[in-house]
């Protein structure tokens, strides 16, 4: 179960980031994720989204889905 406030930080191509997007809930999650996440992760930026105690539960670089992995 997810846990809200998320924290969306999409990083610029020199490697900086700003101030993250807190998500409030699992709406806003899925609006994003269609988005400006797909968006971000198809340019090739990092994206990261973190949990309430930051831990890792999203992360995508150079247009790839690192976290969390697909088992096929």
């Known amino acids: ?32 994720m269609n988005t400006t996440i797909n968006v971000a992760v198809h340019l090739g930026r990092e994206v990261v989204i973190t949990d309430p105690l930051d831990f890792c539960v999203f992360h995508a670089k150079d247009g790839a889905v690192i976290f969390p992995v697909r088992y096929r």
Not at 2 to 30: D, H, M, R
Request: proline share 9%; no cysteine; charged share 20%.
């Open 1 to 32: 179960m997810t846990e809200f406030p998320l924290y969306l930080y999409v990083y610029e191509p020199n490697g900086t980031y700003g101030k993250p997007s807190e998500i409030a809930n699992a709406q806003e999650l899925e609006t994003l």
